[in-house]
């Protein structure tokens, strides 16, 4: 087992690997806590900004957008917040990329590994093949 420090807290703990790699268990737990008050938060005020929710939860907002791009939260199609697609740039509610990109690439991976036809079985040389000739008479 490997022994690190908290990049929060600065407690040492045993490191097991996982989603919070640099948090100890107590400051994961406490994270935990803070995503579900601002998943409640979002769920009441579905109006609310990432600014304005990060202010009411004390949650950095970096850390909001990193749940979001995460899949974990997501805002209503209502929503003022919209976050822009890696790839293209375009307005996203959740999620790293927007349907078109995600559609895209999972065609472009789809089709990188799609089956090439089988090539013919090449003959073997049979071990009584002879040329043979035939007599007439």
Request: aromatic share 8%.
């Amino acid at each position: 087992m490997d022994v690190r420090n908290c990049r929060r807290c600065g407690k040492l703990f045993n490191y097991i690997g996982g989603p919070y790699r640099t948090l100890c268990p107590e400051c994961i737990q406490n994270l935990e806590d803070k995503f579900a008050e601002v998943k409640e938060y979002i769920r009441d005020n579905v109006q609310a900004g990432i600014a304005e929710v990060s202010q009411a939860c004390d949650v950095s907002s970096k850390q909001i957008e990193q749940w979001v791009r995460e899949e974990r939260l997501c805002f209503a199609d209502d929503s003022p917040v919209g976050l822009a697609c890696e790839c293209c740039g375009a307005t996203i509610k959740t999620g790293r990329y927007c349907e078109n990109c995600k559609s895209t690439m999972a065609n472009q991976l789809d089709n990188l590994y799609q089956k090439k036809a089988a090539a013919a079985p090449k003959r073997e040389p049979r071990e009584n093949a002879r040329m043979r000739f035939l007599d007439k008479g």
